[in-house]
């Protein structure tokens, strides 16, 4: 079935670290991913997307890797800020059966100073 | 910032009440999707409206409904509420279906008593 998952629910890290946010999928049909952010009171906001054709794409401080073998993407933040606070989704959009974007559950990323 | 507005901000009802969420999309977008957020989880997909025909649906139950208009401002229409729908009610547009980057609006949030 559809699903997106996290593998953790909290990652901590030391303000100029780099942050690592893993996510498995399971269906290996998926070809579209995307990464979101949220911040408190707001709505989710996109951060970078990576099609199934690519292994990496990159983006200003952020990577995002897909490993298609074992159906797993991450993002990566460098030298991470206080500003990178937030829940990170990934989600997947694809068109199986209707045109859906689904969700992970999130990764709630703190930044200590 | 998105150009994705939502109204009303905050709402309560009582159980068995109807309610209408507006959304109005950031120009130049065709396609909105709603979602269902509850508290700590990720957004979950209801459903999503292209050029005003519903294209894709998540496992909600027909109570759920939505419109698309001329102008792709949207609605999504609640009936017999129940004390599980109390969640922020998430409107995001995008350009077209072939991307998954969606802009959100801040959600209406949406108290069952």
């Known amino acids: 079935g559809e699903s997106v998952g996290l593998h953790l629910p909290t990652l901590s890290v030391q303000e100029g670290d780099n942050s690592i946010i893993n996510c498995a999928y399971s269906?290996?049909?998926?070809?579209?991913f995307i990464w979101y952010k949220q911040e408190s009171g707001k709505g989710p906001q996109f951060i970078i997307d990576?099609?199934?054709?690519?292994d990496k794409r990159q983006g200003q401080r952020v990577t995002v890797l897909l490993n298609k073998t074992v159906k797993h993407l991450s993002l990566q933040i460098a030298a991470t800020q206080p500003g990178d606070s937030a829940v990170y989704f990934c989600a997947e959009y694809g068109n199986t059966g209707g045109f859906k974007t689904i969700f992970g559950a999130g990764t709630r990323l703190f930044v200590k100073a | 910032e998105t150009g994705v507005t939502q109204s009303p901000t905050h709402l309560i009802k009582t159980r068995g009440q109807q309610v209408t969420l507006r959304c109005s999309s950031q120009s130049g977008h065709n396609t909105v999707s709603w979602y269902q957020q509850a508290l700590g989880q990720g957004p979950q997909f209801i459903f999503q409206y292209y050029r005003e025909e519903e294209n894709g649906r998540g496992n909600f139950p027909p109570r759920f409904s939505g419109l698309q208009f001329p102008n792709y401002s949207s609605e999504l229409n609640v009936n017999a509420l129940e004390l599980d729908d109390s969640a922020l009610y998430l409107c995001?547009?995008?350009?077209?279906?072939?991307?998954?980057?969606?802009?959100f609006g801040e959600g209406s949030r949406l108290t069952v008593l």
């Open positions: 990576i099609r199934s054709n690519m």
């Open positions: 269906n290996s049909a998926s070809d579209y």
């Open positions: 995001a547009s995008s350009r077209d279906l072939n991307t998954g980057e969606l802009f």
